[in-house]
């Protein structure tokens, strides 16, 4: 499983480990809900196209 205070750690956010340790277990839900659906992805398929941080917020 995720460690989410480490991966809030790694990405820069400004995240109290507190808040991270309360919604930790509702992001382990949806990683263990949705992690089945990857293996159903096809390989062949087209790429999403994801945007930066400041790209979506326009900076």
């Known amino acids: 499983m995720?460690?989410?205070i480490a991966?809030?750690?790694?990405?820069?956010?400004?995240?109290?480990?507190q808040a991270v340790e309360r919604i930790a277990p509702s992001l382990a839900s949806l990683e263990e809900g949705f992690r089945p659906l990857l293996a159903k992805l096809e390989?062949?398929?087209e790429p999403a196209i994801t945007l930066s941080e400041s790209a979506?917020?326009?900076k």
């Open 2 to 4: 995720t460690d989410w």
């Open 7 to 17: 991966l809030a750690r790694a990405r820069g956010l400004d995240i109290p480990e």
């Open 43 to 45: 390989f062949s398929g």
């Open 56 to 58: 979506v917020l326009a």
